[in-house]
């Protein structure tokens, strides 16, 4: 789920459906009643576009999706951590981890780290733009590749729109692939797609998080204009497991085994950080998105700090949260608010907020721009961010990456980025969800219904 591109099947302007006001509650009298039928109409068109979508994937999926995990344990156990092995990758030790927040973050950096490639540059991305910030990326991945580097980019092809850029990329012998090209004779596949968010620079340096390649990212979150985002660069040997996850879609789309020391080097240690990468697919006969937060979750024992950009929490992730508050943790989920690129997931989201409030987890909904990171930290020492959201597409459809630190120092960074965020962002409280009136608690009844499409 990203902004410009919408997924598939979910192109609606954010004016066709107008945001409660500042109190929370819902317009009144013909105004509402014609915003109802709006709502109405459109969500006839979800359910035609959307589930004309899913029926291929829906009969085809075979992936489990609830699981049972009850340790007697926490997250700060060794039991934990030999645990996350049921994650196929496992921690790895002797790593270093920097946090990034926003474009003014982490593009200085990932710029200079491309221009000192020396061997390869593999990057996997869903949004890639034309614009001056795609253009500043794709001619620095270019003048490398001149430069005799492997350059390799997987871009979606839902979410990519690079324009005259593909052209400047292949002359220049970067080797360029789309991600499942869409087609007329595709369109079974239109929700099989990459939102994974990956660059690894000679097999040693990684970057993860849930930045886009487009204007979007640029700034500090200053305005509406600025996104709010957070980003990760790794370096040691969890950068091989971030190669391997890019690997595994490159594998799929061109047939080309990448091999070769360029591409895994030997990776001696350079610090004393525990961390993972962490792939998921469609094809995953589990859902290693889901299971991820989920152990995290279900481990926690004194807080869960969430902050997401698209939080619709299925009815397991839901019932972990408030028994995990129940037992004690502070659990805490900031969610985009009035800024929020899609709509619909706004509404969707507010539809749970009573049940999880009810239940003991605090909702605050980020108020100055759009806050699309994905990150969360539990018992102040794991550290999650990546591309995954808390909605259907990321457990089920899409591919996407996140990676774990397991540091107390680097968790203490994220929970001062959250504890920023919460400071710019309005608590929401159950008087407040009852107040939102009619069209609004219907808007968000509708909403919910096509949660399996967000």
């Given at each position: ?185 595709t369109l079974y596949r239109l929700n099989h797609r990459t939102h994974r968010k990956i660059v690894v620079i000679d097999g040693k ?250």
């Amino acid at each position: 789920m990203e902004a410009e591109p919408q997924e598939p099947g979910l192109r609606f302007s954010t004016a066709d459906i107008p945001i409660t006001g500042s109190d929370g509650r819902a317009k009144s009298g013909a105004l509402c009643k014609a915003r109802l039928l709006r709502i109405l109409l459109l969500a006839i068109v979800v359910s035609i576009c959307g589930g004309c979508v899913s029926i291929p994937i829906t009969i085809a999926e075979k992936k489990r999706l609830n699981y049972t995990y009850n340790p007697p344990y926490g997250v700060e156990s060794e039991q934990f951590l030999r645990s996350l092995q049921a994650l196929r990758t496992g921690m790895r030790a002797g790593n270093q981890a920097e946090l990034l927040e926003n474009g003014d973050g982490l593009f200085p950096r990932l710029l200079e780290d491309i221009s000192k490639a020396q061997r390869s540059i593999n990057l996997e991305i869903y949004i890639f733009d034309s614009d001056e910030t795609g253009t500043k990326v794709a001619r620095a991945l270019a003048e490398r590749a001149r430069a005799g580097v492997e350059v390799r980019v997987l871009v979606d092809s839902w979410g990519a729109r690079l324009g005259h850029l593909e052209a400047e990329l292949t002359d220049a012998g970067v080797k360029f692939r789309e991600y499942k090209p869409v087609r007329l004779y595709t369109l079974y596949r239109l929700n099989h797609r990459t939102h994974r968010k990956i660059v690894v620079i000679d097999g040693k340096t990684g970057y993860c998080g849930g930045f886009g390649f487009d204007r979007r990212w640029q700034g500090d979150a200053r305005n509406p204009s600025e996104w709010r985002d957070l980003a990760v660069r790794v370096e040691g040997p969890v950068a091989a497991q971030l190669q391997h996850i890019f690997l595994e879609d490159w594998l799929h789309t061109t047939g080309e085994v990448v091999h070769g020391d360029a591409h895994f080097p030997d990776i001696p240690p350079c610090g004393d950080m525990m961390a993972q990468a962490i792939g998921s697919s469609r094809t995953d006969q589990a859902s290693m998105s889901k299971l991820m937060l989920y152990m995290a979750i279900q481990a926690a024992r004194q807080r869960i700090w969430i902050a997401n950009a698209y939080f619709v929490p299925d009815a397991q992730i839901r019932k972990a949260l408030i028994q995990a508050a129940k037992r004690g943790v502070d659990v805490r989920a900031v969610v985009p608010g009035p800024n929020i690129d899609f709509p619909f997931v706004l509404y969707a989201s507010r539809y749970y907020q009573s049940e999880l409030i009810k239940g003991g987890v605090k909702i605050y909904e980020y108020q100055p721009t759009m806050l699309h990171t994905k990150a969360m930290v539990v018992d102040g020492i794991y550290s999650s961010i990546g591309s995954i959201n808390f909605v259907a597409r990321s457990f089920k459809n899409n591919a996407e990456a996140n990676i774990v630190i397991y540091d107390r120092a680097f968790a203490r960074t994220v929970e001062q980025a959250i504890s920023k965020d919460m400071a710019q962002s309005r608590q929401i409280t159950i008087e407040e969800c009852k107040k939102r009136g009619i069209c609004a608690h219907l808007r968000e009844f509708w909403s919910s219904l096509f949660s399996e499409n967000y």
